[in-house]
């Protein structure tokens, strides 16, 4: 089902504050900002020029990112969002495409996926900074709707659908997303009835390593299926995140390595509480253990903050959270001057730039305040 355009279906820090290689231990050693609370930081917009919803998002450094969302629309950034080029497949323009998810490799290299039922769900990928566009898959199954896509590396990858014949759908690449193949389902459990996946974030799918990925599930059940030979076999654990109805589940996945991880999701509709809508994982996800402090509402994406051993954060429509003890305990983001609004996704690269995206063209940049 297809609620509110969320797609459920079938239904650091930024900019130089995170140099250090290691992570940082001390609540004031990141350059004197308070770790603790992440105080002093904040979302600073940066002005794309458009009215699309982004909902991919891949931050490849405190510089260079890329969005993709609604209308077919992908921009990517070299100078750290002063300047956005317009790199829409014109194609995808053309039919209006729902670009939920991109993975990027570098500054040229980046693979969108498109999300609906049958041959709307899509793969494309460019090599040339978005100049030109290759559409590497198109979904001949009607009974399939892709959600999300993850990489362990430059060259293979993984992208899943929502159930067919009670199944999820994994579709997987070896060569940077030039070729897909559907993996056979044997080792896939069953989902349940009216169980499914949102494409919310780009982060329903999610891997760390070489070899580990984990899978998001809403609707019927909020559970998390893991896997550790690249999707060939799964093996599934109940998160503790409310569900029970097609707005409600686990909405996003954040793994700090192939054994910590993070759930956030509830209910998407306005105005309808959320609670207990975070989990972490200490086991790769064999078992979920709910935060005693929870975001306060529905949280759509999430991201652990580079080289801060315990800091991530999480972001939705109403506002984004911070936890400083790996999932425990989440509570606002203190903005100073900065924005406080609306992000549907968020992504941090290795050098401690963290960007987020959402409704309305919205796309902000982890940047300390000044005089802070």
Known sequence: MRLLGVGMCAAALAAGLLA???Y??????VQGYDVQGLRGVGWALKETGKDSRFRGLAAVSRSTAWVAGSKGTVLRTVDGGRSWRDVSPPGAVAEGLELRDIEAF??????ALSIGEGEASRVLRTEDGGATWTETFRNPDPRAFYDCLTFFDSRH???VSDPVDGRFRILSTDDGGRNWSVL???????????EAGFAASGQCLVSAGSRDVWLATGGAAARILHSADRGRTWRIAESGIPAGDPAKGVFALAFRDRTRGLAVGGDYRTGEASPQAAAASADAGRTWIPAQTPPPAYRSGAAWLPHLRDAALAVGPTGTDVTTDGGRSWRPL??????????????????GG???AGEKGRVG?????EGA
Do not use: I, K, N
């Open 354 to 356: 963290c960007w987020a």
């Open 157 to 159: 990858g993984l992208a």
């Open 20 to 22: 250090a290689p290691a």
């Open 365 to 369: 940049r982890l940047e300390p305040q």
């Open 334 to 351: 203190t903005p100073g001057s900065f924005d406080t609004g609306s992000f549907d996704t968020v992504d941090c690269a290795g050098d």
């Open 106 to 111: 570098d500054a040229r290299r980046a693979v």
């Open 24 to 29: 940082a231990e001390d609540v004031h050693d």
């Open 184 to 194: 056979p389902s044997t080792g896939m459990p069953d989902a349940l009835p009216g």
